[in-house]
Nanobody, 120 residues
Framework: QVQLVESGGGLVQPGGSLRLSCAAS????????MNWYRQAPGKQREFVAQ???????NYADSVKGRFTISRDNAKNTVYLQMNSLKPEDTAVYYC??????????????WGQGTQVTVSS
């Protein structure tokens, strides 16, 4: 059982920055890819960023060059540094832990979400 808790959301102006945190229940980063997703009002949930057990990162095209995903293994915490924020970044941001199996099966765990609002 994996538990994830997000924090760090809030209200910022366009062009501002926020750092989101995701605290995990245990040392899971060796076997789980860590992801950030977001869901805006009236829209589907979308992928934002990923860091693999090996430390590789992937980003959605919409956030490349602006967002950075990282982790602190000692603190069992994943971060999402968000810079140059735009109004279209407004959404509830969710932390996700995904374990991929050779069979194609995926174990998914989700946090409760944290609200990010970008507005003037």
């Amino acid at each position: 059982q994996v538990q994830l808790v997000e924090s760090g959301g809030g209200l910022v102006q366009p062009g501002g920055s926020l750092r989101l945190s995701c605290a995990a229940s245990g040392s899971i980063f060796s076997v789980n890819a860590m992801n950030w997703y977001r869901q805006a009002p009236g829209k589907q949930r979308e992928f934002v960023a990923q860091i693999t057990p090996g430390g590789n990162t992937n980003y959605a095209d919409s956030v490349k060059g602006r967002f950075t995903i990282s982790r602190d293994n000692a603190k069992n915490t994943v971060y999402l540094q968000m810079n140059s924020l735009k109004p279209e970044d407004t959404a509830v941001y969710y932390c996700n832990a995904a374990r991929y199996y050779v069979s194609g099966h995926v174990d998914d765990y989700w946090g409760q979400g944290t609200q990010v609002t970008v507005s003037s």
